[in-house]
């Protein structure tokens, strides 16, 4: 999984929810902190943009408070049912995205 990947999935309008999003962007920078050595570049910044990235979308709370993320990876519990309407999808990870990477 890449950056570019999940940009081809918004554009192409394959994440149903914000949750499957955030569980690829999440994977991307957990990847590249698992492949790089702590002391390499591309592992301290995967570590800050996927800082920036969790902040930014808990300010948006468009995902259910029940999906964490811990240790790189997400938990979610049955209250994910209980989701907020959407606008749109796309716009939104775009700029969630677009922010992130930009930190």
Not at 56 to 70: R, W
């Amino acid at each position: 999984m890449d950056l570019s990947t999940v940009h081809n999935k918004l554009v192409n309008r394959e994440y149903v929810t914000p949750e499957a999003f955030a569980a690829d962007v999440r994977l991307v920078f957990t990847n590249a902190t698992m492949f790089n050595k702590p002391d390499d570049f591309v592992h301290a910044n995967a570590h800050k943009l996927l800082q920036s990235f969790d902040s930014q979308l808990a300010a948006l709370a468009l995902i259910a408070p029940a999906v964490k993320a811990v240790g790189g990876g997400i938990i979610a519990s049955k209250a994910l049912t209980k989701k907020k309407p959407m606008f749109n999808k796309v716009k939104f990870c775009s700029i969630v995205l677009a922010d992130s990477v930009s930190s």
